[in-house]
């Protein structure tokens, strides 16, 4: 079996450091960073290193050329695991997605892992979503007429409040909700989780998009794909930083 990952992706950095006091000229703390710093693959990148993980399945990726160029950088305090802030590095240079090079019928699914960077437009995901029966679509665009041929969407509470004028009840039967420490929704049904110490939730929607569709490829049943994101999820959510589950 095997999965294509098609979005934007980037470099997430972690540096650690201490804060223990604050700025005298405005009132932020003073990030005093150790030596102690993490890069991963981010984005995109990260719900394939997720299937990986996760399944036995192979998992290819179309992303932009110069990922390790794009970064996120968070600075965390050591005692609390608090992210002080995060600098995005070369965040308008992501490329634009060629999908003319895509061989459909080598996937048994595709995950189109959108974060509305201009990678993909809103033709390139229909068109995407015409040319293979199994898509699962992750954006941060407003939904519309366009992804009404996306087999599941992935969408968490923000997102479906930004989109929900936009939606039909033929959208709203495809759209699974993550709804973070109560777990997910899927037609009216709540999927919950245990609740668990949470200590960073960055990439966790990438793990659930990665879990969902590794076990509905191999399962076809969507609950099931779900209870088993949700738990990936949970897993990933009780470490630091960007993790697989």
């Known amino acids: 079996m095997r999965i294509l ?14 804060c223990v ?10 990030f005093k960073s150790s030596n102690y710093k993490t890069e991963n693959p981010g984005m995109a990148m990260n719900v394939m290193e997720n299937i990986r993980a996760i399944s036995d399945m192979k998992a290819d990726i179309i992303t932009n050329d110069n990922w390790k160029d794009i970064t996120k950088t968070r600075c ?13 590095g070369n965040d308008n240079k992501y490329d634009r997605c060629d999908i ?13 892992s959108d974060y509305n960077k201009g990678f993909l437009t809103e033709e390139d995901i229909e068109t995407i979503s015409k040319k293979h029966p199994v898509t699962f679509l992750d954006t941060k665009k407003i939904l519309g007429d ?12 923000f997102e479906y409040d930004r989109t929900k ?6 959208l709203l039967q495809k759209m699974i909700i993550t709804l973070g420490p109560q777990g997910a929704k899927y037609k009216d049904v709540i999927y919950s989780v245990p609740k668990v ?3 960073d939730t960055s990439g966790a929607g990438d793990t659930f998009i990665a879990a969902l569709v590794a076990n509905y490829v191999r399962t076809k049943k969507i609950d099931i794909a779900i209870k088993f994101a949700n738990a990936c999820a949970t897993t990933v959510v009780q470490r630091k930083g960007v993790k697989t589950a």
């Open 21 to 30: 006091r604050l700025c005298p000229e405005a009132p932020v703390p003073v």
């Open 165 to 170: 004028h936009k939606l039909n009840v033929q």
């Open 146 to 157: 366009w992804c009404r041929n996306i087999t599941f969407i992935k969408i968490n509470e």
């Open 197 to 199: 110490e949470i200590k």
């Open 76 to 88: 965390v305090d050591n005692r609390t695991n608090y992210i002080i802030v995060r600098l995005d």
């Open 100 to 112: 003319e090079q895509i061989d459909y019928k080598t996937y048994d699914a595709i995950v189109i």
């Open 5 to 18: 990952v098609i979005g934007e992706s980037c470099t997430d950095i972690y540096q650690y450091g201490d």
